[in-house]
């Protein structure tokens, strides 16, 4: 259930997020996570570019992706083109409807998303003092921001103090290109990967062998001409998504392996509760299905699994939350919608889209290619259904709609399977009025179509499916990830950390020799190499720097052991295995070590099982803990010494 003390955490943790933002872009600029696109020149606003770490860490965020969705679900893959002719676009609403509202500054013409601008000036605003009621109020409208129309969200910025605008207007997002030198065929650089997969729907359920219910998914680079771009890696223009098309009977919505994962809790921010209270709901996704809050099993399985990736990846499971949109946010067509929101610096952001949108995809195409978008329900025992027997009178038709008569006919015989819609948008209306306009805008009479009402055997029934949609953007959930694993020691507020996890670390080990002599060197060229034949990607640092700052290093680049050569290595084959985050050591021999980073890097076997049942700790120059009978190594200007640790409490 919701809790006030929840959200009073939360608040705080997002303080903290603020309060590190600067520490925190200054580093991963100068580690290379992410750098602006053509620095040499000055910049582009919303491009950027991965350095080396995140190529490393988005690299193991797409395996696992594939691995939990794709490979885990029996999807099937699909890798289409960015270019999409403006006939598809134009089809599925993007060339009409894909827009922001923008607004121009009446003084400098510099143009910004005008439900952006409202958005910033609301927490500016409850930055200051202000009653339980005003707070509520002024959230309230925050939320409904981006579904306000041109006309109230001009209203409001004026309510706001932002007058120094132009009237709100819509721009399309989409990058206009032409497709070939004639310039005759529009093309665009796709807004998203999903009109390739539904294009394909037909071929996909063929090499599906006709079985339902199945999922197509694709990951790929997707771009939105941003009016504004800001907040980093949260609003580009160019990006890469994972994209899921799960495609179900509409009368069917269960899932077989709902149960799998129906005790598993979610935190929802209920579209009742964002015009309310604004508190999150914590319940089991089994419970929110049951009580209708989630629309139905499909939905919050995938809804579930998701939370289960982001977990999985290292994200911070307090700072996850579900935003179910509000009516005025989904389209008409769409059943439910939900967001998977994530807590940054910049607040709440929408990551992960999750929506039920109903059959309107594949019907659209359908409608427009005469290409069948259709499943098949074998049906156990034959069933016995009404359908219309309809006769035309193909020489009224043809004088009547010439070369459009087979799109009427064919209409018509698709409204004829099923008599109850038929005798609702049919039959009644030519009874009563004589004649009855199709969706396509043509006009029938009772003189052109004769019909009756028959009974017939069927063991198939054919339908439109329904699709799932989970919806992620990966640069979101980088950069998210990314402010969710820095911190900055306590001890030292000089030495900033990268907590990953083992699975997406861009660098697994880091090895360092404790001396620059020949036999050390060689020692760690041999097991650098031998970690790199078990395609574990390894950091050596041979520099002249102290090893304290070498961790230190390894730290800001969130490699979670390092490996230490030094001259007992030489003489009995052990080295020392350094944990990222306790700093704490231990000694094994080289054939001990390369079983047991194997399990850890997996996450198979966990670094306080190592310390507490397997191996003692030995104490470093850069952690306090003391075991028993554990040894330091100490560095002095005549070379490195182990000698008995004596405890903080004697010294």
């Known amino acids: ?23 925190f872009d200054e580093l991963i600029v100068r580690k290379m996570f992410v750098v602006p696109s053509f620095e040499i020149y000055g910049g582009v606003k919303g491009l950027f570019d991965l350095g080396p770490p995140s190529c490393g860490l988005k690299a ?25 002719p403006e006939n598809v676009l134009k089809t599925s609403g993007h060339v009409d409807r894909f827009t922001d509202l923008m607004v121009k500054d009446l003084d400098t013409g510099e143009c910004f998303r005008a439900d952006k601008l409202l958005e910033e000036a609301i927490e500016k605003l409850l930055e200051t003092e202000l009653s339980d009621e005003d707070r509520m109020k002024h959230e309230k409208v925050s939320c409904q921001a981006d579904a306000f129309s041109n006309i109230e969200l001009d209203l409001k910025m004026k309510e706001y103090g932002l007058d120094n605008y132009s009237p ?46 199945f999922a197509s998914a694709q ?13 980093g890696l949260l609003r580009v223009r160019e990006f890469t998504m994972a994209e899921i098309e799960h495609f179900v009977n509409p009368n069917d919505k269960s899932h077989d392996k709902f149960n799998s994962v129906k005790l598993k809790q979610l935190s929802l921010l209920t579209s009742q509760n964002q015009l309310g209270s604004g508190l999150t709901v914590r319940t089991s996704v089994g419970n929110a299905v049951e009580k209708k809050l989630i629309n139905n099993e499909t939905l919050g399985y995938f809804m579930t699994r998701t939370q289960l990736y982001m977990e999985k990846i290292g994200l911070d499971p307090s700072k996850l939350r579900f935003r179910q949109h509000l009516s005025t946010e989904m389209a008409h067509y769409a059943c439910d919608c939900w967001d ?28 427009a290619t005469k290409i069948p978008m259709l499943a098949t329900l074998k049906l156990e025992t034959p069933k016995e259904v009404s359908i219309a027997k309809l006769k035309f009178n193909r020489k009224l038709l043809g004088q009547a709609f010439k070369k459009d008569q087979r799109i009427v006919s064919e ?7 099923n008599w109850d819609e038929f005798y609702e948008l049919v039959a009644q209306p030519l009874e009563v ?39 992620f953007g990966i640069g979101r959930i980088l950069y998210s990830l990314l402010e969710h694993v820095f911190y900055i020691r306590e001890e030292d507020e ?21 001396s620059s002599n020949e036999e050390c060197n060689a020692m760690v060229d041999e097991i650098a190499n031998h970690l790199l034949e078990e395609e574990i990607r390894v950091r050596v640092d041979k520099s002249s720097a102290a090893l304290g700052r070498r961790y230190a290093r390894a730290d800001e680049l969130g490699v979670p052991f390092a490996l230490t050569i030094d001259f007992q290595t030489l003489k009995d084959d052990t080295v020392t295995l350094r944990e990222r985050d306790s700093m704490q050591q231990i000694r094994l021999t080289k054939k001990k070590l390369y079983p047991l980073l194997h399990d850890l890097l997996l996450m198979k076997l966990h670094w306080k099982t190592v310390v507490s049942e397997m191996y003692p700790i030995v104490s470093s120059n850069d952690t306090q803990s003391v075991q028993k009978n554990a040894v330091v190594l100490q560095d002095t200007g005549r070379g490195v010494f182990s000698r008995p640790a004596i405890s903080p409490l004697l010294s």
């Open 219 to 231: 990951i790929g680079l997707g771009f939105r001409n941003e009016i504004a771009p800001r907040s």
């Open 494 to 514: 000089q030495r900033c950390v990268m907590k990953f996890n083992p699975l997406v670390a861009p660098y697994k080990v880091a090895v360092l020799p404790i």
């Open 1 to 23: 259930m919701s809790d006030t003390n929840d959200e009073k955490t939360l608040k705080a943790k997002h303080s903290l997020l603020k309060d590190n933002r600067k520490v």
């Open 60 to 84: 193991a965020m797409l395996d696992i992706w594939r691995k939990h969705f794709v490979l885990k679900e029996s999807m099937l893959e699909m890798e289409c083109t960015c270019l999409t």
């Open 168 to 213: 709100s207007f819509p721009f399309n997002l989409m990058f206009q290109t032409n497709i070939g030198p004639e310039a005759k065929n529009v093309g665009y650089l796709r807004p998203e990967t999903a009109q390739g997969l539904f294009v394909n729907f037909k071929r996909c359920l063929d090499l599906n062998a006709g079985k339902m219910p």
């Open 433 to 471: 009025k004589g004649e009855f306009t199709i969706k396509e805008g043509f006009t029938v009479t009772k003189e052109m179509v004769s019909f009756q009402k028959v009974k017939k055997n069927v063991s198939e029934i054919k339908y439109a499916p329904s699709v799932i949609e989970p919806s």
């Open 340 to 367: 998977l929101e994530i807590l940054t610096s910049y607040g709440w952001i929408e990551c992960v889209g999750h929506a039920d949108r109903a059959c309107y995809d594949l019907q659209v195409h359908s409608n």
């Open 411 to 417: 209409t018509l015989e698709k409204l004829a399977l």
